[in-house]
């Protein structure tokens, strides 16, 4: 077993025990839906982050807004400013705006792709962020 998976497979586990930064959903409680957590820190605000939080909010309307009403995908806020949060954080390792996708032991980081896209070509960013949602849905929950 590789160390990264052990390592995403700790952060997974660790999620689950907190509050996430005023989220009333409860991470992890139905492993089968994609779960995305958008990190971000409201002390040091940041343009980018904000800008791959927003793109990521309109690809979920645009494409995904029947999965998202039915619970099939999950979209999280974590402030890494709040005490939650925080624990949160320091938990996952996590000190910057990022972008995480899960699904049951599953986990991909989007931040360093999501910083380079979201500033440059925020097509290539929704795509890409498409992408791993539909790698990551079982087939019949994908859009049609």
């Known amino acids: 077993m590789s160390i990264s998976f052990l390592y995403y497979l700790w952060m997974l586990i660790s999620l689950s025990s907190g509050d996430l930064g005023g989220s009333n959903k409860n991470p992890l409680t139905h492993m089968g839906d994609v779960q995305i957590y958008y990190f971000y820190d409201s002390r040091i605000p940041s343009s980018i982050g904000e800008r791959m ?34 624990e949160v954080a320091k938990k996952c390792n996590i000190t910057i705006t990022g972008l995480v996708l899960s699904r049951h032991t599953r986990v991909i980081n989007l931040t360093q792709n999501g910083y380079a896209y979201a500033k440059t070509d925020p097509l290539a960013f929704q795509q ?4 791993h949602i539909s790698k990551l849905l079982p087939a019949s929950k994908r859009p049609k």
């Open 53 to 86: 939080f927003g793109l990521t909010q309109d690809l979920l309307k645009k494409n995904y807004a029947e999965q998202v009403a039915k619970g099939d995908i999950i979209l999280y806020e974590i402030d890494l400013a709040s005490p939650k949060g925080e």
């Open 128 to 131: 890409n962020l498409a992408y």
